[in-house]
T-cell receptor, first 113, second 112 residues
Framework: GDSVTQMEGPVTLSEEAFLTINCTYT??????LFWYVQYPGEGLQLLLK?????DKGSNKGFEATYRKETTSFHLEKGSVQVSDSAVYFC????????????FGTGTRLTVIP | GAGVSQSPSNKVTEKGKDVELRCDPI?????LYWYRQSLGQGLEFLIY????????KSGLPSDRFSAERTGGSVSTLTIQRTQQEDSAVYLC??????????FGAGTRLSVL
């Protein structure tokens, strides 16, 4: 079945450090890929998405590229800020049938000044 | 409203009691989803409603769980005879057909 494997945390970085959170997936067909973010005390928010191979999703300085050959969708940011502290979830869906999202287990990021 | 609204935000109940969780989706969204976020389990899909079609219940963990969606809008997730392992954050999301899913803030359920 479809699944997402995500880098375990927690991850602690200093402000302005480079961030990578690894995400790989197993799926039939051509899923869409997402990164969602959950800030402290808030609900899940879509951070970025990519719907086909080689697409790059980007938002708020974060980027992720849909790599079909490695079945990966790693999240990167060149210079993190304290305000990026949150839990990040990689997810996929097939946009057919139930269209439900399959999530990774989440990676907690803490950025220290 | 502007976003997906869930109530209550927190619910504490005793083992064996029934609970109802409510979700108000974004106006005009035809699809509605329930997920569960548990410690150690991540986010699990529970049930999906699309328009007037029969719901996809494939993620419900047991027959103690049920959900309905009245008039294609508000949804209620019911857990009967709650158990301690039901303690989790229950998240609702809505979307337009095959669109981005927007999540509510969730209901934190604690079963004592």
């Amino acid at each position: 079945g479809d699944s997402v494997t995500q880098m375990e945390g927690p991850v602690t970085l200093s402000e302005e450090a480079f961030l990578t959170i690894n995400c790989t997936y197993t799926a039939t067909g051509y899923p869409s890929l997402f990164w969602y973010v959950q800030y402290p005390g808030e609900g899940l928010q879509l951070l970025l998405k990519a719907t086909k191979a080689d697409d790059k999703g980007s938002n708020k300085g974060f980027e992720a590229t849909y790599r079909k050959e490695t079945t990966s969708f790693h999240l990167e940011k060149g210079s993190v800020q304290v305000s990026d502290s949150a839990v990040y979830f990689c997810a996929l869906n097939q946009e057919t049938g139930a269209n439900n999202l399959f999530f990774g287990t989440g990676t907690r990021l803490t950025v220290i000044p | 409203g502007a976003g997906v609204s869930q109530s209550p935000s927190n619910k504490v109940t005793e083992k064996g009691k029934d609970v109802e969780l409510r979700c108000d989706p974004i106006s005009g969204h035809t699809a509605l989803y329930w997920y569960r976020q548990s410690l150690g389990q991540g986010l699990e899909f529970l049930i999906y409603f699309q328009g007037n079609s029969a719901p996809d219940k494939s993620g419900l963990p047991s027959d103690r769980f049920s959900a309905e969606r009245t008039g294609g809008s508000v949804s209620t997730l019911t857990i009967q005879r709650t158990q301690q392992e039901d303690s989790a954050v229950y998240l609702c999301a809505s979307s337009s057909l095959a669109g981005i899913q927007y999540f509510g803030a969730g209901t934190r359920l604690s079963v004592l």
